[in-house]
């Protein structure tokens, strides 16, 4: 998992989250408390690439990704996290 704190004050970030290179699928999680993020914290997650807003998650977010697959994300957070 890659993360980059974007520009501006709602404490949005760029997620990049990958599969593993087995040739099986497999559960990808950015726990919020991870980067920097409160744990109890509900964040909008947004699909960058299929422009596509995923929903409201609380605690992290989960992706299954197949061998080789990834994922471009921003994460913003309800509440202003802390420092990242």
């Known amino acids: ?9 709602n404490g949005s ?9 087995t040739g099986q699928s497999a559960n990808v999680t950015v ?3 991870d980067v920097g993020y409160l744990y109890s914290s509900n ?3 947004r699909d960058l690439v299929a422009q596509n807003d995923l929903g409201h998650f ?3 977010y ?3 990704l197949a061998k ?3 994922m471009l994300l921003k994460i913003v957070p309800d509440v ?3 420092e990242l």
């Open 1 to 9: 998992m890659w993360a980059k704190p974007l520009s501006g004050r």
């Open 13 to 21: 970030a760029a997620f990049l989250l990958s599969g593993a290179p």
């Open 31 to 33: 726990f919020w408390a």
């Open 43 to 45: 964040c909008s997650v």
């Open 58 to 60: 609380v605690g992290g």
């Open 62 to 64: 989960t992706a299954l």
């Open 68 to 70: 080789d697959e990834s």
């Open 80 to 82: 202003f996290p802390r």
